[in-house]
């Protein structure tokens, strides 16, 4: 692994070269296989192939051999983007948008069976030599037309597709694959940028959809992920409703309410998977500094912690951070009180919990400025302030702000590895942004605020596989 200090030590990435989308997400005989978008020649995004890593706790990860490769000559010969993975038939499946070398910004739906589904590691896939989806359905001026997901519904098997039209309008797109994963029907839109509600909370500055994921609630709602692409990557959203079969029998996603899925700037192409309880979500991260600074660190990218998604009555967002990264704690935190400075480790686990106005110190530099994140329960306001560490990202570093309800108290939750953070604040809100220490500033906690409770702790490094 890189020898960068900036380089996440418990997060899934690459030991070298670039990564960017989080692929199929999926659980096989009780472990759990994450895949991504992955160059392993160099830290820049190009030659893209299946990078894959599993675990059996979601907390350790084991890096194995590349899952897909370009095919000379095949539908993925200029790449293999961003997909998922399903269980067909008792057999694992790829399901990915390839790109040949002829292509005109259209994608085409591949599919990749694991060669040994006995293999609970599985290392070897079989691609099969043509698409089963050649490219968009006729007669909708389809330009942007990529990223499969997967799901069931109504005891039925469907697909979705992230598309963008001619006219600037996104969409995701829906295929009915049920009874054979070879043979998909196009069964219309599922959903476009001209929906009321969607144009509400979006607004109308993307031109495609990228990356649909759908996720069941504990309530009976769905939540329609989308990253919203506007000619180059722009940030994420969500949409909570139903599914529901319109007067012709067409299923269509029928939306309530919705926002943004993550607040930070550096987070993108979210991918879920639907477990009985729950679904876990993961996203990227890119990275946030001079090309020339990751060329010298030999490394691009990284995914984010797995994160439990669900709504709240309202329809609003309900997120935590997955129960199992408590395993990555030590037998006793490295801090447990508030009063005075405490020293913070390369990765950290932090718990500050509210009573009043607080404020949260976590990084110094060498004139003073600081790292800091303000909680207020009373007005339900938190704000991250990063202005002494500049970002190359298109809102440079002003600060962010959250607004959740309000209460007596506020719970903010700080997962730290390297350069990258993650801010839960509450179980309404997630914050992911890239922090680049420099080699003289002060990593150190001091928070300020009355009554506030404060637990840390720092992973303790043992096996990653």
């Given at each position: 692994?890189?020898?960068?200090?900036?380089?996440?030590?418990?997060r899934?990435?690459?030991?070298a070269g670039?990564?960017?989308?989080?692929?199929?997400?999926?659980?096989?005989?009780?472990?759990?296989?994450?895949?991504?978008?992955?160059?392993?020649?160099a830290?820049?995004?190009?030659?893209?192939?299946?990078?894959?890593?599993?675990?059996?706790?979601l907390?350790?990860?084991?890096?194995?051999?590349?899952?897909l490769a370009?095919?000379?000559?095949?539908?993925?010969?200029?790449?293999?983007w961003?997909?998922?993975?399903?269980?067909?038939?008792g057999?694992?499946?790829?399901?990915y948008?390839?790109?040949?070398?002829?292509?005109?910004?259209l994608?085409?739906?591949?599919?990749?069976?694991?060669?040994?589904?006995?293999?609970?590691?599985?290392?070897?896939?079989?691609?099969?030599?043509?698409p089963?989806?050649?490219?968009?359905?006729?007669?909708?001026?389809?330009?942007?037309?990529?990223d499969?997901?997967v799901?069931?519904?109504?005891?039925?098997?469907?697909?979705?597709?992230?598309?963008?039209?001619?006219?600037?309008?996104?969409s995701?797109?829906?295929?009915d694959c049920?009874d054979?994963?070879?043979?998909?029907?196009?069964?219309?839109?599922?959903?476009?940028g001209?929906d009321?509600?969607?144009?509400?909370?979006?607004?109308?500055?993307?031109?495609?959809?990228?990356?649909?994921?759908?996720?069941?609630?504990?309530?009976?709602?769905?939540?329609?992920?989308?990253?919203?692409?506007?000619?180059?990557?722009c940030?994420?959203?969500?949409?909570?409703?139903?599914?529901?079969?319109?007067?012709?029998?067409?299923?269509?996603?029928?939306?309530?309410?919705?926002?943004?899925l993550?607040?930070?700037?550096?987070f993108?192409?979210?991918?879920?998977?639907?477990?009985?309880?729950?679904?876990?979500l993961w996203?990227?991260?890119?990275e946030?500094?001079?090309?020339?600074?990751?060329?010298?660190?030999?490394?691009?990218?990284?995914?984010?912690?797995?994160?439990?998604?669900?709504?709240?009555?309202?329809?609003?967002?309900?997120?935590s951070?997955?129960?199992?990264l408590?395993?990555?704690h030590?037998?006793?935190p490295?801090v447990t009180?508030?009063?005075?400075?405490?020293?913070?480790?390369?990765?950290y686990?932090?718990?500050?919990?509210?009573?009043?106005p607080?404020?949260?110190?976590?990084?110094?530099?060498?004139?003073?400025?600081?790292?800091?994140?303000?909680?207020?329960?009373?007005?339900?306001?938190?704000?991250?302030?990063?202005?002494?560490?500049?970002?190359?990202?298109?809102e440079?570093?002003?600060?962010i702000?959250?607004?959740?309800p309000?209460?007596?108290d506020?719970?903010?939750?700080?997962?730290?590895?390297?350069?990258?953070?993650e801010?839960f604040?509450?179980?309404?809100?997630?914050?992911?942004?890239r922090?680049?220490?420099?080699?003289d500033?002060?990593?150190?906690?001091?928070?300020?605020?009355?009554?506030?409770?404060?637990?840390?702790?720092?992973?303790?490094?043992?096996?990653?596989?």
């Amino acid at each position: 692994m890189s020898h960068d200090p900036n380089a996440p030590r418990f997060r899934v990435r690459p030991p070298a070269g670039w990564i960017n989308d989080p692929n199929g997400p999926f659980r096989w005989r009780d472990r759990y296989h994450l895949f991504y978008q992955h160059n392993p020649d160099a830290p820049v995004h190009a030659n893209v192939h299946w990078g894959h890593a599993s675990s059996t706790d979601l907390a350790h990860w084991r890096h194995h051999p590349i899952a897909l490769a370009p095919t000379p000559g095949g539908p993925d010969e200029a790449g293999c983007w961003s997909g998922c993975v399903t269980d067909d038939a008792g057999t694992p499946t790829a399901v990915y948008t390839g790109v040949d070398r002829a292509h005109a910004g259209l994608g085409t739906i591949c599919l990749a069976r694991a060669a040994d589904p006995d293999d609970e590691l599985l290392t070897a896939w079989k691609p099969l030599p043509t698409p089963v989806v050649a490219g968009p359905p006729p007669g909708l001026d389809v330009v942007m037309f990529r990223d499969p997901f997967v799901f069931h519904h109504a005891d039925r098997r469907w697909a979705l597709v992230g598309a963008g039209h001619a006219d600037g309008t996104p969409s995701v797109l829906l295929y009915d694959c049920d009874d054979d994963l070879t043979d998909w029907r196009f069964a219309g839109v599922l959903l476009d940028g001209d929906d009321p509600v969607a144009a509400a909370v979006f607004g109308d500055k993307s031109v495609g959809w990228e990356c649909p994921h759908i996720y069941r609630t504990a309530g009976g709602d769905h939540v329609l992920v989308v990253s919203l692409w506007d000619g180059d990557p722009c940030c994420t959203g969500y949409l909570t409703g139903r599914l529901e079969f319109d007067n012709q029998g067409e299923l269509r996603f029928v939306p309530r309410t919705g926002g943004r899925l993550d607040q930070g700037r550096d987070f993108y192409a979210p991918a879920v998977l639907q477990e009985p309880d729950r679904a876990l979500l993961w996203g990227w991260s890119w990275e946030a500094r001079p090309q020339e600074d990751t060329d010298r660190a030999g490394w691009a990218g990284v995914l984010t912690a797995p994160r439990v998604v669900d709504v709240h009555p309202d329809g609003s967002l309900r997120v935590s951070p997955a129960l199992e990264l408590e395993l990555l704690h030590p037998a006793e935190p490295f801090v447990t009180a508030p009063q005075g400075r405490h020293p913070l480790p390369h990765a950290y686990d932090l718990t500050v919990t509210a009573h009043g106005p607080t404020r949260v110190s976590l990084l110094r530099d060498a004139t003073g400025r600081e790292l800091t994140v303000h909680a207020d329960p009373a007005s339900g306001t938190v704000v991250l302030d990063r202005t002494a560490w500049p970002r190359t990202g298109r809102e440079g570093s002003a600060p962010i702000t959250v607004q959740v309800p309000k209460g007596p108290d506020l719970t903010l939750r700080l997962l730290v590895d390297g350069s990258l953070l993650e801010l839960f604040v509450a179980d309404r809100a997630m914050v992911t942004e890239r922090v680049y220490r420099h080699p003289d500033d002060i990593a150190e906690l001091l928070v300020d605020g009355p009554g506030a409770r404060v637990t840390g702790w720092a992973p303790d490094g043992g096996r990653r596989g």
